[in-house]
Each structure stands twice: as structure tokens, then as C-alpha cells.
């Protein structure tokens, strides 16, 4: 009987389950957002099941550590070189999207515009809870993301000096600490705290730790039945907390979310062997385009067609027209230019 295991084999350039995983992750969140913030009143059910695609998040933070360090142990960077091509490839393309939705009213109510512009520009929105979420709900993710990376080069030295289990072992810690203190304090209810790195560096650490296993030529092998019970027993009991635990409970849900929703992506990978891996594999590469541009299209799509269209007309065609936006803003590849300018060309 042949062997029905998924089975993600190191050594290789890429990780096709990564990059599924990242392509699933996009399309959940686009998805959430679409549903929750624009499509008005919708059963209850509906808007739960659409929270679940929330959880995508996590995942996009484990293949996150998991890329990076994919990238380091294959050739190692200087500090400069690390910053000035992450900042290329997440600062200058988050840049132009940022003025654009400072230019549509609906994405600047109850902020000062001038304001929330610089504080994205300087980056000292992260600090500022007034700011965090201005423009662009979802415009939170970039200011965890770039704290990560500035832990990037550190938690790497940390890996040389305690190994491995030494480094997954302060990653966990540090979260699970930082979890007590907001519960503690109830700092919990503002983004600035709730979003900080240090309550999803056991997520990043363990996609670094994931990526040098297979980076040294590992193998993992998940039977489908063992996926199915992780994803059931992972979003059942995020399910749960979120819906009966409340705050500040919530604040431990990342594992069993990142869990679950892992599992039921790549069991989708796993099932869904041949169009719906290419799907999602070719929505990875646009994955962050399509992030940090869907909400000013969607906003500008229900302002404008708001009144004239069906909603569910309007959903499907502002859904299409936000793949197409992010794929044209992908193919400019605005980090080129930050490649440019250190050459002096």
C-alpha cells in the first residue's frame, strides 16, 4: 500500500509546504478582512468562521523565521547588508501604500492625517497606540514584523552561543513571560502591547528552527490522520477560548491557533495536491503586496460602489481586483531601488 504521508524533505532551495503555507495564510486574511470590515451584517456563523482566517497571521510569522534563516545559513549577511535588503523588501514597498491611503477619507477618520503618516514613516507608530492601526487596520503586522527582524541577527548569535533547544527554549519563554505580564497589567487590550514581538517570538523561533532541521537535510512526515486530529483539537480549542475564555485567556491562544490552522493548511496541501498547490504556492509570491494593499482596495471599491452594487457583486469583484493590484505592485519590485541608491547608481 503506497504511503500517504505528507513529507517535506530538507536540503532544498525551497520548501513547497512553506510556500503553500504562506500562500494559504494571505488568502484567509484577505478573506477575514473582506468579510468582517466591509460586508456588514452577516449571521453570527458566518463572521466566526471568518475569524478563524485571523489565525493565518501566525503562520505568516513561522514562515517568516523560517525564510530568513533559510536565507542566513545558505549565505550569512553582514549586519548592514541584513537590514538594508529587509528594509528594501518590507520598508520602501510599505512606503508608497501608506500615502496612497492617507489620500482616502474613509481611512482617515478620527486620526490627524499628517500625523499618522509620519509615524509610519519614522516607524514610531509601534510605540504610539493612537497610530498603530491608522490607515490601515491591518498596517499593525508591519511594525511586528520589522521588530522582529531587528531580533533577527541577535537570536542567531543566540543559536551559536546555546544551541538549538537553547534558542526555542528562550523563544517560548519570552513569550509565555510576556503573556503573564500584559495578563498581569492589562495592557493586553492595546495593540501596541498585544502586537509586540515578544508575544510571537516563539512562532519565529520555531520556523528557524524548523529551517535549519531541514536545511541540514531532515525530513518530517505527517500522516493525514495525524493533521486532521491537530487541526481539530488546535482550532477547537482556540475556538473555545476565544468565544468563552475571553480576556486575559486569549492572550495564550497563539498555540493552539498556529497549531491548528498549520495543520488544516497543510492537510489542504496535502489533499489538494496539483491545482490547489499551485494556487496558493503562486499567491506566495505576491503574498505581501497583496497584504499591504487590500484594505485600500476594498475601501475604495465599497466607497465607490457602495449604494450601486449587490454587496456580494461588489465583494467578488473588489476580492478580484485586489489579486490584480498586487500582483501589478509586486512586479515593480520597489526594493530595487533601495539596492540602487547603496551602489550608487
Known amino acids: 500500500m503506497p504511503d500517504r ?3 517535506i524533505t ?5 520548501c513547497a509546504a512553506v ?5 494559504f495564510s494571505i488568502f484567509t486574511v484577505v478573506l477575514m478582512h473582506l468579510v468582517q470590515g466591509f460586508l456588514g451584517e452577516l449571521p453570527t456563523l458566518v463572521y466566526q468562521a471568518a475569524a478563524l482566517g485571523g489565525t493565518g497571521a501566525h503562520v505568516f510569522l513561522f514562515c517568516s523565521g523560517f525564510g530568513l534563516y533559510s536565507s542566513h545559513l545558505r549565505r550569512p549577511l553582514t549586519a548592514g547588508q541584513f537590514l538594508a535588503r529587509r528594509l528594501g523588501k518590507i520598508y520602501l514597498p510599505y512606503l508608497p501604500v501608506v500615502l496612497a491611503s492617507a489620500c482616502v477619507p474613509a481611512l482617515c477618520a478620527g486620526v490627524d492625517r499628517l500625523g499618522a503618516v509620519a509615524a509610519h514613516a519614522f516607524l514610531y507608530k509601534m510605540f504610539i497606540p493612537r497610530y498603530m492601526e491608522s490607515l490601515g487596520m491591518h498596517f499593525w503586522f508591519v511594525s511586528t514584523i520589522l521588530q522582529l527582524y531587528l531580533l533577527f541577527l541577535p537570536l542567531c548569535a543566540l543559536r551559536r552561543r546555546l544551541g538549538l533547544r537553547g534558542l526555542i527554549a528562550v523563544g517560548a519563554g519570552v513569550s509565555i ?4 505580564i500584559l495578563a498581569a497589567t492589562g495592557l493586553y487590550t492595546e495593540r501596541v502591547w498585544n502586537s509586540f514581538c515578544a508575544q510571537f517570538l516563539w512562532e519565529f523561533v520555531l520556523g528557524m528552527a524548523a529551517a535549519e532541521y531541514l536545511n541540514r537535510g531532515g525530513t518530517i512526515r505527517l500522516r493525514p490522520l495525524w493533521l486532521g486530529a491537530a487541526a481539530v483539537a488546535g482550532l477547537g480549542m482556540q475556538a473555545a ?3 468563552w475564555g475571553g480576556y486575559p485567556l486569549r492572550l495564550f491562544n497563539d498555540v493552539p491557533a498556529l497549531v491548528g490552522y498549520g495543520a488544516l493548511a497543510l492537510l489542504c496541501a496535502h489533499l489538494g495536491r496539483g491545482w490547489l498547490d499551485r494556487i496558493y504556492t503562486a499567491l506566495s509570491t505576491i503574498s505581501y503586496a497583496w497584504y499591504l494593499t487590500h484594505i485600500l482596495v476594498f475601501t475604495l471599491a465599497f466607497s465607490l460602489g457602495g449604494g450601486i452594487l449587490p454587496k456580494a ?3 467578488g469583484g473588489a476580492f478580484g481586483l485586489s489579486l490584480l493590484v498586487a500582483w501589478s505592485y509586486s ?3 520597489i526594493y530595487n531601488l533601495f539596492t ?5 547608481k
Open 313 to 315: 457583486v461588489l465583494a
Open 331 to 333: 512586479k515593480l519590485r
Open 10 to 14: 530538507g536540503g532544498e532551495r525551497r
Open 5 to 7: 504521508a505528507l513529507t
Open 241 to 243: 477560548i476565544a468565544l
Open 340 to 344: 540602487a541608491l547603496r551602489r550608487g
Open 19 to 23: 510556500d503553500f503555507l504562506r500562500g
Open 177 to 180: 513571560v510576556w503573556w503573564l
